[in-house]
């Protein structure tokens, strides 16, 4: 057991109300569209055009392997554009269904914008 010398300080320091913590100037607000690395590691990665539910586009003229039945919408290629919409390849680029590049959105800042006033 410790004895103070100076009990009536400490008693003071114990009734003193706490102080509020001074926050951050700037704050940083989480969502759900967070970006992060792909778990897949880039050699394994389906290489050629695929959509999401995992047919793969084998010519120029739109042919295209169809995926085996049972084996649809594969988790590899959740982000992938969905069947009629596109196909993406293992280096993230898209195309439509006409074979026009897709350009792709420029990402956004995580940190709240500051007013300029």
């Not at 992938?80 to 800042?109: C, Q, V």
Request: proline share 9%; hydrophobic share 30%.
């Amino acid at each position: 057991m410790e004895i103070y010398a100076n009990t009536s300080a400490a008693q003071s320091n114990l009734n003193r109300p706490e102080l509020p913590i001074n926050p951050a100037q700037r704050t940083v607000r989480w969502n759900q569209r967070l970006i992060c690395p792909s778990p897949i590691r880039s050699n394994q990665r389906r290489k050629g055009w695929f959509n999401r539910r995992g047919d793969q586009l084998w010519t120029n003229g739109g042919l295209y392997k169809s995926v085996p039945p049972g084996e649809e919408y594969p988790v590899d290629l959740d982000d992938y554009p969905e069947f009629n919409e596109g196909w993406m390849n293992e280096e993230g680029k898209r195309i439509d269904m006409a074979h026009r590049l897709i350009p792709k959105t420029p990402l956004r800042s995580a940190l709240k914008r500051t007013s300029q006033a």
